[in-house]
């Protein structure tokens, strides 16, 4: 089924609407005012009684290609509370590397995803990506740097609220032994309307060439998840030609022209021209080309009987840029709120090229103008 031009522009304006890099505010500020500090890598998740979490990982300056002795990177994966999007956000729980080192030692934790337990009314399930320090595959361990350890996926399960997590219980969901997709990181966890949980993850191959994204799914009543894809949004050919991660599925609300469509989505996601920076010449235009760690944003949509085909909003050039520092504007979340506003948050560069994690609250009636204009 295609969907029309003017309601993909649609589409396009509730993006840039929703991630207005002037309109935003700080959240949560990274530990470090400099190049490699940030927090985020993580989720916008709604308690019962209305209360905002947001999730993510507090990142020092390091450098994934020589080790923990270039920095200590991914140190702390946190859940900050507020009762609205206006308000400030405390933090309520904190785990540490030392505390996810359940049978191997953590060198890094990386994005992280917060969900309600649908077999539960006050369990959550909270999905923790974190390099561990282990080797790689007997026929890529010369590969292996010194110091560096391999990305996969833990599951912790509470039964009752965020106070309830049992770390002896964690157990490990996702990882790969193949050299083209050795590193699982980066969950995005949502359940369908069918019961079924779904995690969007990011992968690199062994030689750090690519980011991609795959699906993970558990089946309603299910206790394991299922590999469905490697690949369910193909890197494009030019702004993100070397990474494409998604970051966030968010509803597409029932109003004006949308109203009598089959139920839609928008995906978020990151995108770069390279993993390492490249050189531009001086007498060409310049802009921010996204690279790793200092990623772009991009915006596609898909119909939710169609999952997992994804269709990209924009080609040719980045959706969302920060103004400042490097240009990086990425790992957006975004959730609906019950009065009909929508409230984002994303890692945004400053001019320090520090990434705090900013959000932006739109009213109801703005998105109503937007998609019923």
């Not at 969900?115 to 282990?134: H, L, Q, V, W, Y």
Request: charged share 25%.
């Amino acid at each position: 089924m295609k969907l029309e031009e003017n309601l993909k522009q649609k589409l396009l304006e509730l993006g840039r609407r929703l991630l207005d890099q002037h309109a935003a505010r700080t959240l949560i500020a990274p530990l470090g005012n400099s190049f490699g500090f940030w927090f985020g890598g993580g989720n916008i998740c709604l308690e019962d009684n209305g209360n905002i979490l947001i999730t993510g990982r507090f990142r020092n300056e390091g450098d994934a290609r020589t080790g923990t002795g270039a920095g200590a990177r991914g140190l702390e994966c946190a859940v900050f509370s507020a009762e609205s999007p206006s308000d400030d956000f405390q933090k309520v729980l904190s785990f540490s590397k030392e505390d996810l080192s359940h049978t191997e030692e953590v060198v890094s934790i990386e994005g992280v995803s917060l969900i309600p337990d649908s077999n539960s009314d006050t369990g959550f399930e909270f999905i923790i990506s974190t390099e561990k320090k282990s080797a790689y595959p007997k026929n890529l361990i010369n590969f292996q740097k010194p110091g560096t350890g391999v990305w996969s996926i833990d599951l912790l399960h509470s039964n009752n609220g965020l106070d309830s997590f049992k770390l002896d219980e964690m157990t490990t969901i996702a990882r790969s032994e193949k050299g083209s997709t050795l590193h699982y990181k980066d969950p995005v966890a949502f359940t369908s309307n069918d019961g079924n949980t779904h995690i969007i993850f990011c992968h690199h191959p062994f030689s750090w060439s690519s980011s991609n994204s795959g699906l993970l799914t558990r089946k309603k009543n299910q206790a394991s998840f299922d590999l469905i894809s490697e690949n369910i949004l193909e890197r494009g050919n030019s702004w993100d030609v070397a990474c494409s991660r998604v970051t966030e599925k968010l509803s597409v609300p029932k109003i004006g022209p949308f109203a009598d469509l089959p139920d839609l989505s928008i995906y978020f996601y990151d995108g770069a021209e390279c993993l390492r920076p490249l050189d531009q010449n001086a007498k060409a235009a310049k802009r921010p080309r996204g690279y790793s760690c200092e990623e772009l944003g991009g915006l596609a949509w898909g119909w939710d009987t169609e999952f997992p085909k994804l269709n990209k909003l924009n080609i040719d050039f980045p959706l969302f840029i920060s103004p400042h520092g490097t240009g990086c504007s990425r790992y957006a979340s975004a959730v609906s709120l019950a009065d009909g506003s929508i409230f984002v948050a994303w890692q945004q560069s400053q001019k320090d090229e520090s990434q705090p994690l900013v959000g932006n609250h739109l009213s109801s009636e703005e998105v109503e103008r937007i998609l019923n204009a």
